[in-house]
T-cell receptor, first 113, second 111 residues
């Protein structure tokens, strides 16, 4: 069966520091991969999605970036965090076939101080 | 811009009650509508609806889609405290395979 791992679970970082969140998927090949952010009391906002290695689409202009160095690895990064980057970050995957449900990791709670 | 609106924003009921959660949408090129349950961390997938009038059912949960009126409902019968969660509605639209999420309904079931 397929599983998704996301780490770390929580992170407290000072403003201006770098960020690296990692997500890996097991049990499937060539998945679509996604990064979402969820602000308190709000729905999920799509940040990036990827349909293959090195293929990244950005939905929201900001100081975050994403990379997909391997088929089942997705990384969210920032060179300098802002206070507004605080939130709950969720990685997700779906099969590369039509409009398939997304399956989410357990998320990373990021607090920028 | 695609929009998904859920109501109510929050709901408090007692065990055994039946609840109906609403989701309306305005999107271009609708493909399908999904429901998720989010307790503490990861949203977990409940249903995907593509056609109008066909009820999806899983235990005490059921959902139906009306593509003419652009809405869906999620019903939970005989609620239990374990049903307490945020329920998220999301819509696939267009060709980019992206989900647009609503803000969710916070359901609290009291013993």
């Amino acid at each position: 069966s397929q599983t998704i791992h996301q780490w770390p679970a929580t992170l407290v970082q000072p403003v201006g520091s770098p960020l690296s969140l990692e997500c890996t998927v097991e049990g499937t090949s060539n998945p679509n991969l996604y990064w979402y952010r969820q602000a308190a009391g709000r729905g999920l906002q799509l940040l990036f999605y990827s349909v293959g290695i090195g293929q990244i689409s950005s939905e929201v202009p900001q100081n975050l970036s994403a990379s997909r160095p391997q088929d089942r690895q997705f990384i969210l990064s920032s060179k300098k965090l802002l206070l507004s980057d605080s939130g709950f970050y969720l990685c997700a995957w779906s099969v590369d076939r039509g409009y398939s449900p997304l399956h989410f990791g357990n998320g990373t709670r990021l607090t920028v101080t | 811009e695609d929009k998904v609106v859920q109501s109510p924003l929050s709901l408090v009921v007692h065990e055994g009650d039946t609840v109906t959660l609403n989701c309306s949408y305005e999107v271009t090129n609708f493909r399908s509508l999904l429901w998720y349950k989010q307790e503490k961390k990861a949203p977990t997938f409940l249903f995907m609806l593509t056609s109008s009038g066909i009820e999806k059912k899983s235990g005490r949960l059921s959902s139906i889609l009306d593509k003419k009126e652009l809405f869906s409902i999620l019903n939970i019968t005989a609620t239990q405290t374990g049903d307490s969660a945020v329920y998220l509605c999301a819509v696939f639209s267009g060709s980019a395979r992206q989900l647009t999420f609503g803000s969710g309904t916070q359901l609290t079931v009291l013993p």
